[in-house]
């Protein structure tokens, strides 16, 4: 049996977090969504430079490869 995700508090501004969430498009999402979607877009790009750069793959792979991740880790947490 899975543990639940450990929850963190993080002070922001309020103006930071209205510009994501119009850049996400998040209009009735909780700003803890919204948050969530901005780490995880960041983190996603982040993977994707990262296998780029040390995998040998081309741009469209590693791409690929980073949304297979994403999707795998999205599944997991459904499940837990």
């Not at 543990?3 to 209205?18: C, F, G, M, S, Y």
């Not at 901005?38 to 741009?59: I, Q």
Request: charged fraction near 30%; proline fraction near 2%; avoid cysteine.
């Amino acid at each position: 049996m899975a543990t639940p995700p450990k929850k963190v508090n993080v002070d922001l501004d309020a103006q930071i977090v209205e510009r994501t969430r119009a850049e996400l498009g998040g209009g009735t999402e909780s700003d803890a969504a919204v948050v969530e979607r901005a780490l995880n877009a960041y983190l996603l790009g982040r993977l994707l430079d990262a296998t780029h750069a040390t995998a040998g793959l081309s741009e469209e792979d590693a791409q690929r490869l980073a949304y297979e991740e994403l999707h795998a880790a999205r599944r997991d947490r459904a499940e837990a």
